[in-house]
């Protein structure tokens, strides 16, 4: 299915949320969604206080505990094809890579270098189950979500990109819409966007019934009750 062309007022409207009210917002709008498309298993984040990424998905598999069965000639060709992959296009985008190796983690593809290759080519970050590295001096402003950290690359090298992947239970397809943050990610259905902001608000009115009431003098589990009660009945 081709992915609709969505404007920065829609993206922005979705930045502007963490991706557990991203994740709340889409229980309301597609309740069958309540237990698929998002991440279940926690990340290492490379920077928690960026603001959430939202983009297009790349996808992309990797492993490192042995070396390609190409040759290394055919190794580069590979990588460069995954670079013009990356590349393609003019919306922003965030890589979802899967590291195929029986332990995930093995070797980093993600450091220094890669940060700011992706980075210049117009990627806000990457999620993956495989491991990081330079920690200090990774590119600014890009967010890695990662397995584990690591110190080495190992034999690591792209095995194929632009396929379906799976990292920490999501499944994402090329030029999926992807919101993540430092809790995980989630998948945002194209035909939904529009529909998020009033899902929030919707939430944010519920929420606050019941915080308010834990904040005011004099809260009990009847002032709680009440405030559950209320809460409940705001549509």
């Not at 920077?47 to 990797?62: E, F, G, N």
């Not at 580069?76 to 670079?83: E, H, P, S």
């Not at 890695?144 to 190992?154: D, E, K, R, W």
Request: proline share 6%; with cysteine; aromatic share 4%.
């Amino acid at each position: 299915m081709t992915a609709t062309r969505l404007n920065e007022k829609d993206l922005e409207a979705l930045r502007r949320h963490d991706t557990p009210t991203i994740c709340n917002a889409l229980e309301i709008v597609a309740p069958e969604r309540r237990t698929t498309g998002f991440t279940s298993l926690p990340f290492v984040c490379a920077d928690p206080a960026l603001p959430p990424m939202v983009a297009r998905a790349r996808t992309a598999s990797i492993r490192a505990v042995a070396a390609s069965d190409l040759d290394p000639a055919e190794v580069r060709a590979k990588r460069t094809a995954y670079y013009e992959y990356v590349a393609a296009g003019n919306e922003s985008t965030i890589v979802v890579m899967q590291d195929l190796d029986p332990v995930p983690g093995f070797g980093a593809f993600w450091g220094e270098v890669n940060s700011n290759v992706h980075k210049a080519l117009g990627s806000e970050g990457v999620i993956t189950n495989g491991s990081i590295r330079d920690l200090d001096v990774l590119a600014a402003g890009f967010q890695l979500l990662a397995g584990v950290i690591g110190p080495s690359h190992a034999h690591v090298h792209v095995v194929d990109f632009g396929g379906q992947v799976n990292v920490h239970g999501m499944t994402v397809r090329h030029g999926d819409l992807v919101h993540a943050d430092q809790h995980g990610a989630v998948i945002v259905p194209d035909n939904l966007v529009k529909e998020i902001p009033a899902a929030v608000e919707l939430i944010e009115k519920r929420e606050k019934v019941v915080l308010d009431a834990c904040k005011a003098p004099g809260f009990d589990i009847e002032v709680l009750k009440k405030a559950l009660a209320s809460s409940a009945e705001i549509h």
